[in-house]
C-alpha cells in the first residue's frame, strides 16, 4: 500500500509563514497527481490544492495567492508553502496522492496539525 507522510506543520504566529512537506512511497508505479486538504474543528473537509506529474495546479480561491503547491526533485514529494497565514488557517492539513497503479484509489496520510496563533 502507499504510505503518506506529512511534515512541517506546529505553531506559527498571524502573518508568518510555514512549509509543510509531503512523500509518498510504496506506489508500484509512480504518483500522477498530489496534493493537500485540511479539516477545521467543526468543519468539513476542505481541498485546497493540488499538483499533476506534468506540473499543472489547482487552487482553492480561499487560499490562491497566499499558498503555493510544488513539486520537489523527488516527484512523489510535494511541498505547500503557506505564507500571510491567519488564524483561520488553523487546523489538520491532509496530504493526499494519486497513484498511476490500476485499480488502487488516493492514498492519504495521518494529518499533520498547523496553528495560527498569536
Known amino acids: 500500500q502507499v504510505q503518506v507522510v506529512e511534515s512541517g506543520g506546529g505553531l506559527v504566529r498571524p502573518g508568518g509563514s510555514m512549509r509543510l512537506t509531503c512523500t509518498a512511497s510504496?506506489?508500484?508505479?509512480?504518483?500522477?497527481?498530489m496534493g493537500w486538504y485540511r479539516q477545521a474543528p467543526g468543519s468539513q473537509r476542505e481541498f485546497l490544492a493540488h499538483?499533476?506529474?506534468?506540473?499543472?495546479?489547482m487552487y482553492e480561491d480561499s487560499v490562491k495567492g497566499r499558498f503555493t503547491i510544488s513539486r520537489q526533485d523527488d516527484k512523489d514529494t510535494v511541498a505547500l508553502q503557506m505564507d500571510s497565514l491567519k488564524p483561520e488557517d488553523t487546523a489538520v492539513y491532509y496530504c493526499?496522492?494519486?497513484?498511476?497503479?490500476?485499480?488502487?484509489?488516493?492514498?492519504w496520510g495521518q494529518g499533520i496539525q498547523v496553528t495560527v496563533s498569536a
Open positions: 499538483i499533476t506529474a506534468s506540473d499543472n495546479t
Open positions: 510504496g506506489s508500484r508505479s509512480g504518483i500522477y497527481a
Open positions: 493526499f496522492a494519486n497513484p498511476r497503479d490500476t485499480g488502487v484509489g488516493s492514498a
